[in-house]
C-alpha cells in the first residue's frame, strides 16, 4: 500500500530548519567579517573579505584564560558526579531500607530549590571556608545543584535491569560490589554519558555562582568573558560573536561524540 507524502510534515521541517539555521549562518559568517563591513551589510550578508583578526582579538585579550579555567571548572564538576552518582544510584535502586528511600526523596527535594534563592547562604559559606575566588568554590556548588537530577536520571536507567539479571550474578558468587562494576556499570553507560554531558553543559553555562563566588581575573570563566567582551567590543558585533563561536565549539564537539550515548541513556539501560 502506498503511502501519500506529507507535505505538512516537510513544510514544518523546513520552517524548523530555517529557524534553527539563520541564527548560526548569521553568528558564523560575522565572525569572518570586520567591524565596517558587518555595520554597512548587515546580519544576513555574507562576507565577501574573509578575516580572522576577530578571533585572534578574542583570544589575545584573555579568552585564553577564561577557556581554560572553564575547562577546569567542568572537568572538576564532572568528575565529581561520576565519583558520587553511579553508586549512590545503585544503593537507591538495589536497598530496601528506609535510608535509602529518605536519600533518594531529600534529593528530590533538591529539584525545587533554585540556586537563586540559596546564593547568599553558599556564598557565606564559600566565603568561610576560604574557598573564595577559587575555582574550587564554583567547582562544589555547581557539582552540588548537579547531583538531584542526574540521581534521578541514572537511578531511573538503573531500575530498567532486570531483577533476573541480578540473581544471575548471584548465583555465580558475585558479591553487591562485583554487581555493580560487572553488570549495572556497563548497562548503564548510556545514562553515565548522559549525566556526564549533562553535568558538563550545566559547568560550561554556569554564570551565577561565576559571577558572586569569584571577582579576580585569573578566576573568570567564559561566560563572564563573554559579558566583559560586550561591554569591552560594545558594537563591535563580530568580535563578541567570534567568542561566543569559540564558547560553542566545546559543547557542540561533546554533542558530536557523545549524541548516541546521550540517545540510549534517554531510552533506557542498553537503549531498548
Known amino acids: 500500500m502506498k503511502t501519500r507524502p506529507n507535505y505538512f510534515a516537510g513544510i514544518g521541517s523546513f520552517v524548523w530548519l530555517l529557524i534553527v539555521a539563520i541564527p548560526l549562518y548569521v553568528m558564523l559568517s560575522g565572525t569572518f567579517q570586520t567591524r565596517e563591513e558587518f555595520g554597512d551589510n548587515g546580519p544576513l550578508s555574507f562576507p565577501t573579505s574573509f578575516t580572522l583578526q576577530n578571533y585572534v582579538d578574542a583570544i589575545t585579550s584573555g579568552f585564553g584564560r577564561y577557556f581554560l579555567n572553564t575547562v577546569v571548572v567542568t572537568v572538576g564538576v564532572v568528575a565529581i558526579v561520576l565519583l558520587l552518582v553511579p553508586p549512590l544510584s545503585y544503593a537507591i535502586v538495589r536497598s530496601q531500607s528506609r535510608a535509602a528511600s529518605f536519600v533518594f526523596r531529600f534529593f528530590l527535594l533538591g529539584l525545587a530549590i533554585p540556586a537563586q534563592a540559596v546564593i547568599v547562604p553558599v556564598f557565606y559559606l564559600i566565603n568561610t571556608v576560604g574557598l573564595y575566588d577559587n575555582l574550587i568554590g564554583v567547582i562544589l556548588p555547581t557539582a552540588a545543584f548537579a547531583l538531584p537530577i542526574c540521581t534521578l536520571i541514572l537511578s531511573g536507567t538503573m531500575r530498567d535491569i532486570t531483577g533476573e539479571l541480578y540473581e544471575a550474578m548471584a548465583m555465580d558468587g558475585a558479591s553487591p560490589a562485583r554487581a555493580f562494576f560487572r553488570l549495572v556499570l556497563p548497562l548503564s553507560?548510556?545514562?553515565?554519558?548522559?549525566?556526564?554531558?549533562?553535568?558538563?553543559?550545566?559547568?560550561?553555562?554556569?554564570?551565577?555562582?561565576?559571577?558572586?563566588?569569584?571577582?579576580?581575573?585569573?578566576?573568570?570563566?567564559?561566560?563572564?568573558?563573554?559579558?566583559?567582551?560586550?561591554?569591552?567590543?560594545?558594537?563591535?558585533?563580530?568580535?563578541?560573536?567570534?567568542?561566543?563561536?569559540?564558547?560553542?565549539?566545546?559543547?557542540?564537539?561533546?554533542?558530536?561524540?557523545?549524541?548516541?550515548?546521550?540517545?540510549?541513556?534517554?531510552?533506557?539501560?542498553?537503549?531498548?
Open 189 to 272: 553507560k548510556g545514562g553515565i554519558s548522559t549525566i556526564a554531558v549533562f553535568s558538563a553543559l550545566q559547568a560550561w553555562n554556569g554564570f551565577l555562582f561565576p559571577l558572586i563566588l569569584t571577582q579576580s581575573e585569573s578566576t573568570r570563566v567564559v561566560t563572564l568573558g563573554l559579558f566583559n567582551f560586550q561591554t569591552q567590543y560594545g558594537i563591535n558585533i563580530p568580535g563578541l560573536l567570534a567568542a561566543v563561536t569559540l564558547s560553542m565549539v566545546p559543547v557542540l564537539l561533546v554533542y558530536l561524540f557523545a549524541r548516541r550515548a546521550l540517545v540510549q541513556g534517554l531510552m533506557g539501560a542498553g537503549g531498548k
